[in-house]
C-alpha cells in the first residue's frame, strides 16, 4: 500500500524568499523520507494552493494526502483558513481522502533549536554575555498552544537561570521591542531573541527589527529545516496518516458488510 502524500502547509508570504526556504524545508524533507511523496501548500500570498496540489495529485493517481500546517504557536487547532481549504477540498474531490494534521506547534524539542539558533546569533555579534531572554513568536495560538508557549518560557529561563519574556507578533501582546522593556526594567543590559519562527516572513523581518532598535545584542534566524523541525513533522504526519487509514479501513469494512446502503 502506498503511503499517503505528505503536503506542508503554510501561511504564505508576498516575500519570495519565504517561498524559496519553505520550499527548502519540502526539499531536505524529501532528501529525508525518498519513499514519501513530500509537497507544499499555501493558504495565501503565493501558490500552489491546496486545490491545486490536490489536483496535481489527484492526476497522478494519489487518494490519500495529509496537509500538516507549519504552525508554531498552535498545538491542536489547525488556524481557520486551514480548515475552510480542507473543506473546499473534500467539497472538490469527493473521493479523495484527505486529513489536516496537527500542527506542529511549540513542542518542547524546538528548545534545543532556539538554543542553537540564539548561540549562532551570538557568536556572530561577538557578544559574550547574556543577562535576558525574549521568546518572540508569531502571535497568539489556539488555548492549547497558547498554555504551551508560557510553559516553554518558563522551561527556557529554568534551563539556563535567566528571565525569559514572552512576544508576539500580531498585537495580541507585548511586541519584541514592549519584552525588551520590560526586562531593562529589571536591570537587565544584555538581551538576546530567539525567534520561534519557521522562515522568515514579514512578521519576522519587523519583530527582529523592532528588537535591535530596542537594543537586543543578538536575534536568532528562523528554524527552517532544522532536523527538528522536520522530525516534528514527520511525527504529525505519522499520526495523522495511520488515523486516515484506521479510518479507511473502517469505511471498506462498512461496505463490504452493507453493500447497498447509502455509504457506496
Known amino acids: 500500500m502506498t503511503a499517503p502524500a505528505l503536503v506542508l502547509l503554510s501561511q504564505g508570504s508576498s516575500d519570495p524568499q519565504v517561498a524559496h526556504i519553505l520550499h527548502g524545508v519540502r526539499k531536505q524533507l524529501q532528501m529525508a523520507r525518498p519513499e514519501l511523496s513530500v509537497h507544499i501548500a499555501f493558504l495565501d500570498h503565493c501558490p500552489p494552493t491546496g486545490s491545486t496540489v490536490v489536483s496535481t495529485l489527484v492526476q497522478r493517481g494519489v487518494r490519500e494526502m495529509v496537509f500538516i500546517p507549519l504552525d508554531m504557536t498552535r498545538a491542536v487547532d489547525p488556524e481557520p483558513a486551514a480548515v475552510a481549504m480542507l473543506s473546499r477540498v473534500r467539497a472538490s474531490f469527493p473521493d479523495v481522502a484527505v486529513t489536516l494534521a496537527r500542527p506542529i506547534g511549540p513542542a518542547t524539542e524546538l528548545l534545543n533549536v532556539l538554543d542553537t539558533m540564539v548561540r549562532e546569533g551570538l557568536r556572530s555579534a561577538h557578544a559574550v554575555e547574556l543577562d535576558g531572554l525574549v521568546l518572540s513568536t508569531p502571535g497568539t495560538g489556539d488555548v492549547r498552544g497558547n498554555a504551551l508557549i508560557a510553559r516553554r518560557a518558563r522551561q527556557w529561563s529554568t534551563h539556563h537561570r535567566l528571565p525569559v519574556v514572552v512576544s508576539v507578533g500580531d498585537g495580541s501582546g507585548p511586541n519584541s521591542a514592549q519584552a525588551i522593556a520590560a526586562l531593562r526594567s529589571q536591570g537587565r543590559r544584555h538581551i538576546g531573541v530567539g525567534s ?41 504526519y505519522a499520526f495523522a ?12 469494512s462498512f461496505n463490504r458488510e452493507h453493500p447497498f446502503s447509502l455509504a457506496n
Open 196 to 236: 520561534f519562527f519557521v522562515a522568515g516572513d514579514e512578521n519576522f523581518h519587523a519583530q527582529a527589527e523592532l528588537a535591535r532598535q530596542a537594543g537586543a545584542i543578538a536575534v536568532s534566524a528562523p528554524m527552517g529545516a532544522h532536523p527538528l523541525v522536520l522530525d516534528l513533522v514527520l511525527a504529525r
Open 241 to 252: 496518516a495511520m488515523e486516515l487509514l484506521d479510518s479507511q479501513v473502517a469505511q471498506d
